[in-house]
């Protein structure tokens, strides 16, 4: 019978050590122990995920060294990682949409159909916009140009 006692007491301590394992690993897991929570947070604030805004397409006339007239179809989408600019984006897209238009009918179609040529004209827009942006409105936080759209025709 003493054996039987001392099985049941083994067994109730486990029982007891688990849950308190369970509950220590429950109290640390939703946050309420390691300082996780607030690093993670930090970290979503300093590193913002990127917001997209899509602009409609453009449609260009382009340059063809035979004459022959050709047209460049582009869709930009440009890319922020802030929420202030991206809110202020819809103000300035007639900017956006002029600057890029000025910039993409100065190319010719055999510059844009060279293997660089679709990098190329995205860093180019990139570079340019920015300039652009900040002259105009002050802004510098434009992050990417992005082309979901591209046919040359």
Same mark, same amino acid.
């Given at each position: 019978?003493?054996?039987?006692?001392?099985?049941?007491?083994?067994?109730?301590?486990?029982?007891?050590?688990?849950?308190? @394992?369970?509950? @220590?690993?429950?109290?640390?897991?939703?946050?309420?122990?390691?300082?996780?929570?607030?690093?993670?947070?930090?970290?979503?604030?300093?590193?913002?995920?990127?917001?997209?805004?899509?602009?409609?397409?453009?449609?260009?006339?382009?340059?063809?060294?035979?004459?022959?007239?050709?047209?460049?179809?582009?869709?930009?989408?440009? @890319?922020?990682?802030?929420?202030?600019?991206?809110?202020?984006?819809?103000?300035?897209?007639?900017? @956006?949409?002029?600057?890029?238009?000025?910039?993409? +009918?100065?190319? +010719?179609?055999?510059?844009?159909?060279?293997?660089?040529?679709?990098?190329?004209?995205?860093?180019?827009?990139?570079?340019?916009?920015?300039?652009?942006?900040?002259?105009?409105?002050?802004?510098?936080?434009?992050?990417?140009?992005?082309?979901?759209?591209?046919?040359?025709?």
């Amino acid at each position: 019978m003493a054996k039987k006692q001392s099985s049941l007491g083994v067994k109730a301590m486990s029982a007891v050590g688990l849950l308190a @394992v369970i509950g @220590v690993g429950a109290y640390f897991w939703s946050d309420g122990g390691w300082q996780v929570g607030a690093a993670s947070k930090k970290t979503a604030i300093e590193f913002n995920k990127p917001l997209y805004y899509e602009m409609r397409p453009l449609v260009v006339n382009i340059a063809s060294g035979n004459s022959k007239t050709r047209y460049l179809k582009i869709r930009p989408t440009l @890319v922020t990682r802030h929420q202030s600019f991206f809110d202020q984006l819809a103000d300035v897209e007639p900017v @956006v949409r002029n600057h890029l238009l000025s910039l993409y +009918t100065q190319k +010719t179609a055999e510059e844009l159909l060279q293997s660089s040529g679709f990098e190329a004209l995205r860093e180019e827009s990139l570079d340019s916009l920015q300039e652009a942006l900040k002259d105009e409105a002050g802004m510098m936080m434009l992050s990417d140009v992005l082309f979901t759209e591209y046919v040359i025709q």
